[in-house]
């Protein structure tokens, strides 16, 4: 019986867990910049926008981990799973979008 819950909500399950990987990654990816912009002169500073985009352009590479959460929330919907743990996966999809998308090392200097 315990095994059928298990599998009543294994989709959103699924969902958190990757999306929860994405979020830990863009973290350490925005702290990573964060160390480079405080390692850099005057005149890097100012062009560090390029560098951020030549250097660190796997961050956006979370998007594909981010859509394939989300459809695996749509999955566990169609499923009938769980309605808070799947609400709670929507909620976190969302969350590391716009972590991957917003520049978090600005507020790590």
Avoid: H, P
Avoid at 21 to 33: G, L, P, Q, R, V
Avoid at 55 to 76: D, S, T
Avoid at 93 to 104: A, H, K, P
Wanted: charged share 15%; net charge positive; proline share 0%.
């Amino acid at each position: 019986m315990t095994n059928n819950r298990f599998y009543r909500k294994i989709f959103s399950l699924i969902s958190l867990i990757i999306s929860g990987f994405c979020i830990s990654t863009a973290i350490k990816i925005n702290f990573d910049i964060a160390q480079r912009y405080s390692q850099c002169d005057g005149k890097t500073q100012a062009l560090f926008g390029i560098t951020e985009t030549l250097e660190f352009y796997y961050q956006y590479y979370n998007i594909g981990l981010i859509i394939i959460a989300i459809v695996f929330a749509i999955i566990g919907t169609k499923r009938k799973e769980n309605r808070m743990i799947n609400g709670i996966a929507y909620f976190i999809c969302v969350i590391s979008l716009i972590i991957i998308f917003t520049r978090l090392w600005r507020l790590m200097i």
